[in-house]
């Protein structure tokens, strides 16, 4: 078995309500009503199948305290916490964002965010007194939040906090993020964009959202801490791969940080409703497995995972489950029902714009370099 992983967990924040009205702003003339997209649901399975396969027995569950305004205002404004907090005392809620739907601050909300904080904390604290991994399982996501504006299902930037915080509790000087959820990790590109000491690696399905951010030349054009990896949709097993091998664990070679948070989103998975990649749980497994040896490698294992997007209820937990048996090292007797469904052949080749793709990609990290 592996040092101690820590699943760090919180029932409160399963309790954060995102409301029964999903859509785009002023168009719901014609829109009938309909769930909002990030439930608790996988959240949820995600921890039910950990105890059902007794593969929680393996890790230490850790119990989080909330964040505190200090804390969040070291990467969001005075304004975006003032107009958080005035949304969630309001009985009705509001908007966490001017343009969108998709971002509702629920009464009390406040409180569940400062704790979905308080998680990665938790997370990233626990990796650098133990050099053991740790997951931050929590909700809402957070890796879509700017400084001053809450964005796709996230209102404060969770990882960002968390690093934020490590650097001034640790005295840690280099910290890279290797964000894999299919949307682009634009949050901490923002907030760390004039920041050497952060290096922002993300991986994610071109033109996807937010729809103006995520390409390769903004890690050429004011970025230069930033790699960006936008693979077309359909991307599978080969690509996620030599992408890896090719760029990603490279520039974590050449920035050698001391410790490596992970933004990790299921929504790269074949059965994802908000994406068109086609991961499946083994390629989470690799992924993990790649990313623990980089941490071992250059930070002692520092290595904290903060969880992201993932809407596909039913297959998330065995995405997860593959991640947590790689974090642990215990094999326990879950078997992913979806995995041979999930198992492409178009996944196993790099067709010609995939490699297009790489290559540009490539040329930015060479960039990066200079």
Known sequence: MNKTTALVWHERLMWHDTGHLFGPEGQHQWFEPYPHLETVAGKRRIKNLLDASALSDSLEVLRPQAASREQIQSVHTEQHWSHIKSLSEQSRGGEGTQNSTTTPVPPGGLEIFQLAAGASIAAVDFTMQTGGAAYALSRPPGHHAESDRALGFCYFNN?????????????IERIAFVDFDVHHGNGAEEIFSNDPSVLTISIHQDRHFPVDRGAIVQATDGFKNNLNIPLPPASGTAVYQAAFERIILPALEQFKPQLIIVPCGFDASGHDPLGRM??????????????????NLHCNGHIAFTHEGGYAPHLVPFLAHAVFEQLTGVESEVKDPFLKALTSPWASEILPH???MLKE??????LLQT
Do not use: F
Request: aromatic share 4%; no cysteine; glycine share 2%.
């Open 361 to 366: 990609a490539e040329n930015s990290l060479n």
């Open 159 to 171: 990882a960002a906090i968390a690093a934020r915080h490590v650097q001034r509790k640790h005295g």
């Open 278 to 295: 086609l991961l499946n749980s083994e390629d989470y497994r690799w992924m993990t497995a790649r990313l623990m040896e980089a941490a």
């Open 354 to 356: 995939q490699e297009a």
